[in-house]
C-alpha cells in the first residue's frame, strides 16, 4: 500500500501545484466549516432540548413544574428499579470481562478470535430478535430458572448484550499497560492478587470506567429487550417511558419522564468525561 | 548477600534457543555484567535469576539453595527495568514503600526506612511527587531506591540506564556502582554499552547468541579476547589474518607467537591452545598502534611501515588509516605528538604494535 | 538510544514466545478466566438463538404446546406476505447509512482536522446515544404543526404536517440515532492517516482535492466502510422511529412486525421466523464490517 502511495506521490510531483488550500476542504471557508459542525451539534441536543421544553409548558399556557410531580411520584420507583438494574449490570459485566480481558490479553487461549467474536454476538444482533428469543427461552428453555419477568431475566439479557462493550475498553487498557508494572510488583515481593488490586486494577481504571459509562448508558436507556421480557411487576424506567408514549400520548408528563431520563445519563457522561477524560472510549461505543 | 550459581543453564522458546550452556559463580558482593548485542540472551538469563522466566534446564542456586520453581515475589531480589517502571498511580514515597508493604512491615517502620531512601538517593522532600513530575534521572534513582528498600539477596539491573541520556548515564552508573558498593550487595548487570560494563564491573561475561563468548575481567576482555566475536564486539580492533611461524615460550609460560601476515611480521599472545600453521586473526586496537616517529627501519623489532591515506582530527585524538602492504590498518594517536602527525597525508610512517591477540580463524560462531 | 526499542521488542516477542513454552497450563488458567462470560454467552445468547430458528419452524405457537407442528410454512408466508417488509427495512436502512456517510464523513473529517473544541462535539454527541425513543419523541414534538420547530420550518418554506409521519422524517430520525456510529469510525480512521502524509502530498504539488482522492481516502476507506456497516447493522433493526415519526408504509418494518405477532397476535413461528431473517440480515451485514475493520475489535 505505502508502494502504491508513493508512487502516486511521485506522479503528483511531476505537476505544478494548483490551488492554494490545505486540505481538501480548503475551498470551503473555514467559517461555512464551523456552521455545519453547529448545525449538527444543535441538531443532536434539539430533541433533549425540545422534550424539556415541552415538560415545562403548563396545560393552560405559561410555564409550570406540574408534570414533574409525576416523575417524583409514580415514576419514581421505575427510576429507581432502572437504577438498581443498571448497578447490577456494571457489576456483572465487571465480574465478567476482567476475568476475561486477561484470558485474552495475557494468556495464550487457543482460538481467542473465534471466542472473542462468539462474545460478541448479542452485541450485533437487533435487539427485537434478542427480545423474542430470550422471551421464548425463559419461558420455555430455561423455565426451570426464575427468569420470566423477573429482575433476573432481565439482568441475563442486559449483562450478555452488554459485557463486550465493557470487555473491549478494558482489552485495550489492558494491551497499553506494560508488563513491567506486573513484574516490578512481583519483584518487590507482591503475589498475582496484591498485583492485580494494588496495581493492575488502578491502573486499568480509564478503561474499566469507560466500559462502565457504556454499560450505564445502554442498559439504564434499554427499552426493547425489555418490551419482550419484563412482566408487569417489573418496568423499567425506560420502557416505562416507551409505555407512555403508545398510552398517554403525547403528554407533558411523557416529555418530563424522557427528559429525566436523559438528563441522568447526560450527568453520568460528564461526570465520567470529568474524571477519566475520553481516552479509552476510543475505538469503542462512543468514540 | 548471596551467592549466586547457574549451572548450565538454558532457555529454549520452541525451535529457538534463547540461552544455551550458561554457567557462572557469582560471589557474595561481587558486580557481574552480561554484555552483549541485543538478542545476546542476556536479558534472558537476568529473567531467569528474577524468577520471571523459568528456565528450561539448568539449575540456579542462591547461597547453596535451588530457587528453580520459586515464585519471584519469594526470591527477594530488587530488579531495575529498563523503563524505570514506578507505578504511574503512586507517589514517590507509595513507590518506595510498596515492597515493605508487601512484607506487610509496621507504619512507622515503612515511614522510616522510606525517609532514610530518599536521604540516600539525595531526594529528601521529594516523597509526595508523583513518577510524572520527576526528570528521568530522578525516576530512576526512585526506583533504585525502591529496589533497594526491601533490603534484597541480589541487585538485578535491566538495561537501566538505558532509555536516559548520556550525560546522565555517566553519573548514574557511578551512583549505581556506589549504591553497590555501599550495600555489598551481588549485582547482576545486563547492558549493550560496554563503557557502561568497563566502568561498574568486577566482572563481565559477554555473550553472543545465547552463549558466553568470555567471561573474565574488565583487563582480559579488553587485551585478551578470546574469540573473533568478542575481540570485534568490544572496542574498534584491526583484524589482521596471518598464519602461525613460531612460537615461544617465555620463562612465566606465557606463549608468545610469531605471525606472518602477508608482507610484514607481528608478535602476539597466544591464547588459546594454538600450534605453528594455524590460520589465525591477529587483533590490534587502533590505540594499541604506536606511531613511532623518525625513519627507524627495523622490521625485526616489530615494526612495520605503511602510507598514510586519511588522516581525521578529531580533537583529544587523530585517527589514521595506514596502508600497511595492502592492508588498511585504523590507527589512534593521542597525546601531545598526535598534533605533528597531522601533516603526514600520503606519508611513510613507521608503526609499533602493542597487545596483539591471536584467535584461530573461523573457529568461531 | 538508537538501541532502546530493540531489546523490548525482544522481550515482548520473548514473552510472546515463553506463553507458547508453558501452552497447557497457561491456556487452561485462561479458558478458566474465560469461563463466565462463556457460559453467560451460551446460555443468553448462542442457546436462545439457536432457539429462536428452532421455534421458527413451527406453527404459531403450537411449540408451546406438547405436540409442536414442525413446517416451513413461516418461511413461505413471509415471502408471500411479508416481503415488503423486508424491503421497507433494508431500504430505510440503506437511505438512512448513505444519509450518515454523506452527511457523517464531512463532519468527521472538520472534526478531526479543523476544530479545537472537540470535546465539546464528542459531549454533546452522546445524546443521540441515549436512544432513539428520545430521539423520536424531541423531534415529533418539534415537528408538531404548533411546535418549537414550525416557525423554522416555515421560514425555510416547508410544510410540517407533511414531514411529520413521512419517510424522510424516519430516515432521518435513524440517521440521527446512528449518525456518532459513523463519525467515529471516520475519525478513528482518519487519525490512522498522518496529517503529514497529506503536508507530503501537498508540496509534491497535489491539489487539495488530488490529496484527498489519492492520499486520504486510500488510507481511511476501511474505516469509512466499516462505519457505514455498522450503521447499516443498527438501523436494520429499527423499532421505535417507525411508530413515532413514520407512517403506516414505514411501520412495515421487521422489529415491529414481529413484536406485534409475538406479543398481540401470539404467532411465536412466525415472528421467529420474521426474527431469523433479520439476525441473518444484521449478521452478514456485521460479518462484512468485521472484516473490514479487520483488528478494529482486537485480539
Given at each position: 500500500m505505502s508502494q502504491s502511495i508513493a508512487s502516486r506521490l511521485a506522479r503528483g510531483s511531476a505537476r505544478q501545484s494548483e490551488g492554494g488550500g490545505r486540505s481538501p476542504l480548503a475551498k470551503v471557508p473555514t467559517i461555512l466549516q464551523h456552521v455545519y459542525i453547529w448545525i449538527w451539534l444543535l441538531i443532536f441536543v434539539m430533541p433533549f432540548l425540545a422534550t424539556l421544553a415541552y415538560s415545562f409548558e403548563a396545560p393552560n399556557g405559561g410555564y409550570s413544574l406540574e408534570a414533574y410531580d409525576f416523575v417524583k411520584g409514580a415514576f419514581l420507583d421505575n427510576l429507581r428499579y432502572s437504577l438498581e438494574l443498571t448497578l447490577m449490570a456494571i457489576v456483572g459485566n465487571l465480574l465478567i470481562s476482567i476475568p476475561a480481558a486477561y484470558a485474552i490479553v495475557r494468556h495464550n487461549v487457543p482460538g481467542k478470535r473465534f471466542i472473542l467474536s462468539t462474545l460478541n454476538v448479542s452485541l450485533y444482533a437487533p435487539a427485537a430478535v434478542m427480545g423474542l428469543s430470550l422471551l421464548i427461552t425463559y419461558a420455555y428453555l430455561l423455565d426451570f430458572l426464575p427468569l420470566t419477568h423477573s429482575t433476573w431475566g432481565l439482568l441475563a439479557a442486559y449483562v450478555v448484550g452488554t459485557f463486550p462493550l465493557m470487555l473491549l475498553p478494558i482489552i485495550v487498557a489492558l494491551r497499553d499497560l506494560p508488563m513491567v508494572y506486573e513484574e516490578a510488583a512481583r519483584t518487590l515481593g507482591a503475589n498475582r492478587l496484591q498485583s492485580l488490586f494494588r496495581i493492575e486494577l488502578p491502573l486499568l481504571g480509564p478503561g474499566i470506567g469507560a466500559g462502565i459509562l457504556m454499560t450505564f448508558v445502554i442498559v439504564f436507556n434499554?427499552?426493547?429487550?425489555?418490551?419482550?421480557?419484563?412482566?408487569?411487576?417489573?418496568?423499567?424506567?425506560?420502557?416505562?417511558?416507551?409505555?407512555?408514549?403508545?398510552?398517554?400520548?403525547?403528554?407533558?408528563?411523557?416529555a418530563a419522564a424522557a427528559a429525566t431520563m436523559q438528563l441522568v445519563s447526560f450527568v453520568v457522561v460528564l461526570v465520567f468525561f470529568k474524571l477519566v477524560g475520553s481516552r479509552y472510549l476510543k475505538g469503542t461505543y462512543f468514540a | 548477600?548471596?551467592?549466586?550459581?547457574?549451572?548450565?543453564?538454558?532457555?529454549?522458546?520452541?525451535?529457538?534457543?534463547?540461552?544455551?550452556?550458561?554457567?557462572?559463580?557469582?560471589?557474595?558482593?561481587?558486580?557481574?555484567?552480561?554484555?552483549?548485542?541485543?538478542?545476546?540472551?542476556?536479558?534472558?538469563t537476568l529473567r531467569m535469576v528474577a524468577g520471571l522466566v523459568d528456565p528450561t534446564s539448568g539449575t540456579i542456586l542462591f547461597d547453596d539453595q535451588v530457587i528453580n520453581g520459586v515464585p519471584t515475589n519469594k526470591r527477594n531480589i530488587g530488579l531495575a527495568f529498563q523503563s524505570h517502571a514506578l507505578f504511574p498511580h503512586m507517589s514517590v514515597a507509595k513507590n518506595i514503600a510498596f515492597g515493605l508493604s508487601m512484607k506487610r512491615k509496621p507504619k512507622r517502620e515503612i515511614a522510616s526506612k522510606v525517609e532514610e531512601m530518599l536521604d540516600m538517593i539525595e531526594m529528601t522532600g521529594f516523597g509526595d511527587r508523583m513518577p510524572g513530575q520527576l526528570s528521568g534521572g530522578q525516576q530512576q534513582r526512585v526506583a533504585l531506591a525502591r529496589m533497594l528498600a526491601t533490603d534484597p539477596r541480589v541487585l538485578?539491573?535491566?538495561?537501566?540506564?538505558?532509555?536516559?541520556?548520556?550525560?546522565?548515564?555517566?553519573?548514574?552508573?557511578?551512583?549505581?556502582?556506589?549504591?553497590?558498593?555501599?550495600?555489598?550487595?551481588?549485582?547482576?548487570?545486563?547492558?549493550?554499552?560496554?563503557?557502561?560494563?568497563?566502568?561498574?564491573?568486577?566482572?563481565?561475561?559477554?555473550?553472543?547468541?545465547?552463549?558466553?563468548?568470555?567471561?573474565?575481567?574488565?583487563?582480559?576482555?579488553?587485551?585478551?579476547?578470546?574469540?573473533?566475536?568478542?575481540?570485534?564486539?568490544?572496542?574498534?580492533?584491526?583484524?589482521?589474518?596471518?598464519?602461525i611461524e613460531s612460537i615461544a615460550v617465555g620463562e612465566d609460560g606465557q606463549r608468545t607467537a610469531t605471525v606472518s601476515a602477508g608482507a610484514f611480521q607481528l608478535r602476539g599472545l597466544a591464547l588459546e591452545p594454538l600450534s605453528v600453521g594455524d590460520r589465525v586473526l591477529a587483533f590490534v586496537r587502533p590505540e594499541n598502534i604506536e606511531v613511532v616517529g623518525g625513519d627507524i627501519r627495523d622490521e625485526a623489532d616489530g615494526l612495520v611501515t605503511g602510507t598514510v591515506e586519511q588522516i581525521v582530527f578529531e580533537g583529544p585524538t587523530v585517527r589514521m588509516t595506514v596502508d600497511v602492504a595492502g592492508t588498511p590498518l585504523n590507527v589512534s594517536a593521542s597525546g601531545v605528538e598526535r598534533l605533528t602527525l597531522l601533516d603526514k597525508g600520503d606519508k611513510q610512517v613507521t608503526l609499533r604494535f602493542q597487545d596483539v591477540s591471536l584467535v584461530r580463524q573461523g573457529a568461531e560462531s | 538510544m538508537k538501541e532502546i526499542p530493540v531489546p523490548a521488542a525482544m522481550l515482548e516477542a520473548e514473552i510472546e514466545q515463553s506463553k507458547s513454552g508453558r501452552f497447557q497450563r497457561d491456556s487452561l488458567v485462561g479458558f478458566g478466566l474465560l469461563t463466565p462470560a462463556i457460559v453467560v454467552v451460551i446460555?443468553?445468547?448462542?442457546?436462545?438463538?439457536?432457539?429462536?430458528?428452532?421455534?421458527?419452524?413451527?406453527s404459531e405457537s403450537t411449540f408451546f404446546f406438547n405436540n409442536p407442528v414442525y413446517t416451513g410454512g413461516n418461511y413461505r408466508t413471509i415471502v408471500d406476505r411479508f416481503m415488503p417488509h423486508v424491503w421497507t427495512t433494508i431500504r430505510l436502512a440503506t437511505l438512512a447509512s448513505i444519509f450518515n456517510l454523506v452527511f457523517g464523513f464531512p463532519f468527521a473529517y472538520i472534526l478531526a482536522r479543523k476544530i479545537r473544541y472537540r470535546e465539546l462535539v464528542r459531549t454533546l454527541m452522546v445524546f443521540p446515544l441515549f436512544g432513539p425513543l428520545y430521539l423520536a419523541f424531541g423531534l415529533f414534538y418539534v415537528l408538531l404543526p404548533n411546535g418549537p420547530g414550525a416557525p423554522f420550518l416555515d421560514f425555510l418554506g416547508i410544510d410540517a404536517a407533511q414531514l411529520l409521519f413521512s419517510e424522510q422524517m424516519t430516515v432521518f430520525g435513524m440517521a440521527l440515532f446512528t449518525f456518532p456510529f459513523m463519525v467515529m469510525n471516520v475519525v478513528a480512521s482518519l487519525a490512522n492517516v498522518d496529517p503529514t502524509l497529506e503536508e507530503a502530498a501537498r508540496t509534491l504539488g497535489a491539489a487539495s482535492w488530488q490529496t484527498f482522492v489519492r492520499v486520504v481516502f486510500p488510507l481511511s476507506w476501511p474505516g469509512i466502510l466499516a462505519g457505514f456497516l455498522m450503521c447499516y447493522g443498527w438501523n436494520l433493526g429499527v423499532y421505535v422511529v417507525p411508530i413515532l415519526l413514520g407512517g403506516t408504509p414505514q411501520q412495515r418494518v421487521l422489529s415491529l412486525t414481529l413484536q406485534q405477532k409475538a406479543m398481540s397476535q401470539f404467532d411465536y413461528g412466525l415472528a421467529s421466523a420474521m426474527g431469523v431473517v433479520l439476525m441473518a440480515l444484521a449478521f452478514t451485514v456485521t460479518w462484512v464490517s468485521l472484516r473490514f475493520s479487520r483488528g478494529a475489535l482486537g485480539a
Open positions: 434499554e427499552f426493547l429487550v425489555t418490551l419482550f421480557i419484563a412482566g408487569p411487576s417489573n418496568q423499567t424506567a425506560a420502557l416505562r417511558v416507551y409505555g407512555l408514549t403508545r398510552t398517554a400520548g403525547f403528554s407533558q408528563s411523557t | 548477600m548471596s551467592r549466586v550459581q547457574l549451572i548450565s543453564v538454558e532457555k529454549r522458546y520452541g525451535q529457538t534457543l534463547a540461552v544455551t550452556d550458561f554457567s557462572a559463580d557469582i560471589a557474595d558482593g561481587e558486580f557481574v555484567t552480561l554484555l552483549g548485542p541485543s538478542g545476546c540472551g542476556k536479558t534472558t538485578l539491573f535491566d538495561e537501566p540506564l538505558s532509555a536516559l541520556d548520556r550525560n546522565l548515564r555517566d553519573t548514574l552508573k557511578y551512583s549505581i556502582l556506589d549504591l553497590q558498593r555501599r550495600t555489598k550487595k551481588t549485582a547482576i548487570y545486563v547492558t549493550h554499552d560496554q563503557s557502561e560494563a568497563f566502568a561498574i564491573s568486577d566482572r563481565i561475561f559477554v555473550m553472543n547468541q545465547g552463549r558466553v563468548e568470555q567471561a573474565g575481567s574488565q583487563l582480559d576482555i579488553y587485551l585478551r579476547p578470546a574469540t573473533e566475536f568478542v575481540a570485534n564486539f568490544v572496542g574498534d580492533n584491526n583484524a589482521i589474518p596471518g598464519t | 446460555l443468553f445468547s448462542l442457546a436462545p438463538l439457536a432457539y429462536l430458528i428452532l421455534v421458527s419452524f413451527t
